[in-house]
């Protein structure tokens, strides 16, 4: 499925990040006795941009894909437009997703 | 091939993305005929009634082109020709670079196909109109190209024009035409081009990547298909050892030269098939050997070869769907689509029994 290089590099990168990067900032702020230390925000304003923008870049990178396959079968089979957008706006859900993580990590 | 062949494309999509091209592909691949339409085609009770059920499929346009000039069978095989010639300039019109690299590597078997065609009509003194009935300009060689080879007056003449054209199997003619000249066997003449075509493939293939070498396991036993039946052949008309060793091809896949001279030295058709039990082909063969007996034709086991290789073009659509399979497995589809319906339109022109027209068909 991951025949291509880069979109290997992409999913990887994301699951790692989306992994890791809440758990650091977690740490970050479990580590923290101070009642305010600037490396909590900046740790958490980091990791909600993150988590946002891979996200936000892997849908793309998916719809990308899925836009040019569908625009294939289109020109050859009008009349599955409507399976077309329907598989075209899946990949929103990662976005979604990325959303979600950035507005809880931000708190 | 000639400068005039080279066409100017416009495609979306360049270098290795097969995205666009596979899905409409496989958007293409769905409108092939499958068995039960050739079966109503077979059932058709006669060439009017198959003229009708054509036309509401996408053969329509080029049959509407074609049918101004008569209803005859001879009619209908060019508009199923020019029907495949225009899909194929379709599928090279958004292939990317280098599925349209490797396909177009494939398809040079067509070009030596065709000359092949206007070798052997030239040789028998067959008329222009009969060879070019024969040709299918699926390869780089243009129609217009083709019929002007196919216009020379002899063999002499079509050497003469390729090398005068720089086609790039000129040279391969030129040396086939000395030996031909000695011994007056077009088999010298269509060994060279079967040598320039498997070592210019295999050059072209010659790469590292999965698609290079997909292309190149087709080339590879397309060669062996050609060595395969040369033994066959030689041991059908009891040809000597050192004859048939001199048309060994290079470049097989599961057929060495050591086997080929293995076989070539055998007398026995039995013989032959028993050693070939080790090999891929050993099986396919084996299943028509009955059918060899009865109808004592090697024409059988090309058949059943012919079968063997364009099954495993089509399997290649089973691969990854992000490859060049997909595109060679439909080019094949395509081609034996309309190679189906050539021998039905044929049988029908000349009454042939139904059972018999089904059983010529390669259904996939």
């Given at each position: 499925m991951f025949n291509n290089r880069l979109a290997r590099k992409v999913f990887g990168s994301t699951f790692l990040l989306t992994m890791l990067v809440p758990a650091f900032a977690t740490a970050a702020e479990a580590a923290s006795t101070e009642p305010f230390d600037w490396r909590v925000s900046v740790t958490k304003a980091a990791s909600a941009g993150a988590a946002m923008s891979i996200s936000a870049m892997s849908a793309g990178y998916a719809q990308a894909k899925i836009g040019t396959a569908a625009a294939g079968t289109l020109a050859e089979r009008p009349e599955v437009s409507v399976w077309a957008i329907t598989l075209q706006v899946l990949p929103e859900v990662i976005v979604l997703l990325g959303f979600v993580s950035a507005i809880i990590i931000a708190g | 091939?000639?400068?005039?062949?080279?066409?100017?494309?416009?495609?979306?999509?360049?270098?290795?993305?097969?995205?666009?091209?596979?899905?409409?592909?496989?958007?293409?691949?769905?409108?092939?005929?499958?068995?039960?339409?050739?079966?109503?085609?077979?059932?058709?009770?006669?060439?009017?009634?198959?003229?009708?059920?054509?036309?509401?499929?996408?053969?329509?346009?080029?049959?509407?082109?074609?049918?101004?000039?008569?209803?005859?069978?001879?009619?209908?095989?060019?508009?199923?020709?020019?029907?495949?010639?225009r899909t194929y300039q379709k599928v090279f019109s958004f292939l990317n670079d280098e599925g349209l690299y490797l396909v177009q590597t494939l398809l040079g078997r067509w070009d030596i196909f065709n000359i092949k065609t206007i070798l052997r009509g030239k040789h028998i003194d067959a008329a222009t109109d009969e060879i070019v009935e024969g040709l299918l300009p699926a390869g780089q060689l243009t129609a217009v190209e083709l019929e002007a080879l196919a216009g020379g007056e002899d063999i002499k003449t079509v050497i003469d024009t390729a090398v005068t054209w720089g086609l790039p199997f000129a040279g391969a003619l030129r040396e086939g035409y000395a030996e031909y000249l000695e011994t007056e066997s077009l088999a010298d003449l269509e060994l060279a081009l079967d040598r320039y075509y498997s070592t210019w493939a295999t050059q072209r293939l010659k790469k590292r990547q999965a698609n290079s070498r997909l292309a190149l396991s087709i080339v590879r036993m397309q060669v062996d298909t050609l060595n395969l039946l040369t033994v066959l052949r030689a041991a059908k008309e009891s040809l000597e050892t050192e004859v048939a060793d001199r048309y060994f091809l290079e470049g097989g896949r599961d057929f060495s030269k050591s086997l080929y001279e293995e076989l070539a030295a055998m007398s026995d058709i039995?013989?032959?098939?028993?050693?070939?039990?080790?090999?891929?082909?050993?099986?396919?063969?084996?299943?028509?050997?009955?059918?060899?007996?009865?109808?004592?034709?090697?024409?059988?086991?090309?058949?059943?070869?012919?079968?063997?290789?364009?099954?495993?073009?089509?399997?290649?659509?089973?691969?990854?769907?992000?490859?060049?399979?997909?595109?060679?497995?439909?080019?094949w589809a395509k081609q034996n689509e309309m190679t189906n319906?050539?021998?039905?339109?044929r049988g029908k022109a000349v009454g042939m029994p139904v059972e018999r027209v089904r059983g010529e068909l390669i259904l996939v």
């Open positions: - | 091939m000639s400068p005039e062949a080279a066409k100017v494309r416009t495609r979306p999509a360049s270098g290795k993305e097969y995205g666009y091209a596979n899905a409409r592909l496989r958007g293409m691949r769905s409108r092939l005929f499958n068995r039960a339409f050739f079966d109503n085609l077979i059932a058709a009770p006669d060439i009017k009634t198959l003229i009708q059920d054509l036309t509401a499929t996408e053969y329509g346009p080029d049959l509407e082109d074609a049918l101004i000039h008569g209803r005859d069978a001879a009619t209908i095989e060019a508009a199923l020709k020019n029907h495949m010639i039995d013989e032959i098939l028993d050693k070939l039990r080790e090999t891929p082909y050993g099986k396919i063969l084996d299943a028509v050997a009955i059918e060899y007996l009865s109808q004592n034709s090697i024409s059988v086991f090309e058949r059943s070869l012919e079968d063997y290789l364009m099954r495993h073009a089509l399997g290649l659509a089973k691969g990854d769907p992000l490859g060049v399979g997909v595109a060679i497995a439909y080019l319906l050539r021998i039905i339109v």
